[in-house]
């Protein structure tokens, strides 16, 4: 096994459990005056466009979201949902028990840590208030990059604000959006994460003819690892 100096995350399905929408989304339907039903079809359908951030901040691509489900809301109105929508993200959003484990373990071996995640406006801004956060060397956002994976530019943001090589990092991932196909193509070693509560996890443009590694659990990275000299 060569000798890896890094490792790079997914987030949603990889440090959390699967993710699925939880019952907070219908009071954001409920503020818009719309049916939960006509606001999840312009979310589901627009997911990649709102993660690259193609509609602006928070706020506009509320307005945008707004106007696709047929309704005018006051500013007011708007502000209260993309709050509703964040409390609904976050609440949706469980830490993997052994997260916070096995980051830590990495970074006692002097393995650096990073995030590469398809995400929309929330997480970036949730994310310092969870545990993981201060063991994450870097973060690359999809939203705040203007592009998602299976892009090459996230991978590669990430390696280099982790001052590594692509060829130096491993990265971990539950198969959304290609990303795993995404990251072998510069470079990176990649392994799935295939644990049982995945098979309900919400998840677009899936890793379906990945046919390449996979870990049965989040603990399993550290098998893969030795520890490396800092520096």
């Not at 818009?32 to 312009?42: H, M, N, P, Q, Y």
């Not at 949706?92 to 484990?101: F, Q």
């Not at 299976?150 to 491993?170: E, S």
């Not at 890793?207 to 659990?217: H, I, M, T, V």
Request: glycine share 10%; aromatic share 6%; with cysteine.
């Amino acid at each position: 096994m060569p000798r890896f100096h890094a490792v790079l995350f997914d987030f949603f399905g990889t440090l959390t459990h699967s993710v699925q929408r939880g019952a907070a989304h219908q009071g954001i339907a409920e503020l818009l005056g719309c049916s939960t039903e006509a606001l999840v079809e312009v979310l589901d359908g627009s997911y990649y466009e709102r993660a690259s951030g193609f509609f602006g901040d928070a706020e506009s691509t509320m307005r945008w979201v707004c106007a696709q489900v047929g309704v005018r809301p006051s500013d007011a109105t708007v502000r209260a949902a993309v709050a509703s929508r964040h409390r609904a993200v976050r609440a949706d959003t469980r830490l993997r028990p052994e997260a916070v484990p096995v980051l830590a373990t990495l970074r006692r071996r002097g393995v650096r840590t990073g995030l590469v995640s398809d995400c929309t406006h929330e997480l970036p801004a949730f994310l310092p208030q969870l545990a993981v956060a201060p063991l994450l060397d870097a973060r690359v956002f999809s939203v705040q990059m203007g592009r998602c994976k299976p892009d090459a530019a996230l991978y590669l943001a990430a390696c280099h604000r982790l001052g590594r090589a692509p060829a130096d990092c491993l990265y971990v991932g539950d198969g959304g959006s290609q990303e795993l196909t995404g990251a072998e193509r510069v470079g990176l070693r990649a392994f799935r994460l295939s644990a049982p509560d995945l098979a309900g996890h919400m998840v677009f443009n899936a890793d379906d003819g990945w046919d390449g590694p996979e870990l049965a659990c989040l603990t399993d990275v550290l098998d893969l690892l030795e520890p490396v000299a800092v520096g």
